[in-house]
DNA sequence: CGTGAAATTGACTAAGTTCAATGGCGGTGG
DNA sequence: CCACCGCCATTGAACTTAGTCAATTTCACG
């Protein structure tokens, strides 16, 4: 994906209006663990993920990192900032070695914004966006962290087989410590096992359901 | 405020686009502590808040309210449970009396999503909101209750006059003990006094920013 | 004044983090 | 083959933050 043309927000736009956006854009490679902006930052550029794991956390007083989301592609990362002229609310690091297009926010938004096609696609993500932070906010003021790791073992269990305790630890916004005990909990009240190769196998869905529903 | 044009969301359609929304749209007034919509409650309804004090809130396993949000006129209500087809994620009740005008969104959709005058409105209002959740999300992530509290004093002093100290806690996500220990910590500290009219005079602006920046 | 709501204070509890010690397990190099 | 190393997981104990509960005081206002 190296051409403006493949991205679905602007797949739509005549050759013109392609030409005119490519020059207010560039695409820039980015290596694993690579910070794209830091909380913080004057906002300007708006930012699509065209390859690659982007990390958006928050940091805390103590310094640990509060995660927020993963984007995969195709995304749009940064328009909180750029539409509300406000630095942006968190930091954004590639957790794989990834590829984004930067775009010159002020000048797309004097020439492209006219057209219903990419108004509709922002809105789109616009709407994606509120509905993640909607998540955000639920897990994070209304589960405990029991309601966390019961949620997330009913609807990743894939995952679970994929990733180290200490990074579902990190999502959930949790400790290591803490995830390991409420695992034990979970497998000693025949919830759950969990297999040789980190696999869950659920016992008793009704039970894990009601501890977050 | 009785008429759809005077909505400036609206105020650019065309007399017969406006004749077309006055169809699919109705006014309602509300008394105080009327319930607008219910966390989980079906989507399908946009709102725009005309007139009052529309407070939004989840609930928690406990029964507690957790404050999200208040909004004041003029403002949409609901986009996100219309536009991403989901339940409506808080629950929405008038804390005054106050109006509301009521649109079918399927067919607002249908009809008027093709205008870029609507449709830059609805970005605007999105984005808005998008700033409102990410701020829910620092406080209640990052914040502690200290923070919280010396923040709403920096950035609120004036509405300290007028609401009562449960009113601040509730406002703030905490308990109105909790809320009146850091208050106390914060006088003995000679960080603020607070006067006989419940008034605050700020004495260490440095050391209150701090706390929270 | 007197009454009821709001604020304060202390003791206790609950949830989760921190810190430290221990144990397991896989990969590596002699 | 096995001894060692480093990472991860587990476990216990102390600690921190804030909520809960109850008693008491203060305050506003009729």
Redesign the interface.
């Known amino acids: 994906m190296d051409r403006v043309r493949d991205i679905p927000l602007f797949s739509k736009l005549s050759d013109i209006n392609l030409k005119a956006l490519e020059k207010i854009s560039r695409f820039k490679t980015y290596r694993c663990n690579e910070i794209v902006f830091y909380e913080g930052d004057a906002p300007g550029t708006l930012y699509v993920l065209t390859e690659g794991v982007l990390k958006l956390y928050?940091t805390?007083?103590k310094g640990n990192e509060?995660y927020?989301h993963q984007f995969t592609p195709i995304g749009l990362v940064g328009?909180?900032a750029c539409?509300?002229n406000?630095n942006y609310?968190a930091t954004a690091r590639f957790i794989t070695n990834g590829k984004i297009l930067k775009i010159n926010f002020k000048k797309l938004e004097k020439g492209f914004?006219?057209?219903?096609d990419v108004?509709?696609e922002?809105?789109?993500s616009?709407?994606?966006?509120?509905?993640i932070?909607?998540q955000?906010?639920?897990k994070?003021?209304?589960l405990?962290s029991e309601?966390k790791v019961a949620k997330f073992i009913m609807e990743n269990s894939e995952l679970f087989e994929t990733l180290k305790n200490t990074q579902i630890a990190s999502i959930l916004?949790i400790t290591p410590e803490t995830l390991s005990r409420i695992l034990t909990r979970f497998k000693k009240s025949n919830f759950i096992i969990i297999e040789k190769n980190h696999q869950v196998n659920i016992l008793d869905k009704v039970t894990l359901n009601s501890l977050f529903k």
Chains 1, 2 share one sequence.
């Open positions: 928050k805390d007083a509060i927020i328009e909180l539409f509300e406000m609310p914004f006219k057209n219903p108004c509709m922002i809105i789109r616009l709407t994606k966006k509120i509905k932070l909607s955000v906010i639920h994070e003021t209304i405990t309601a916004n």
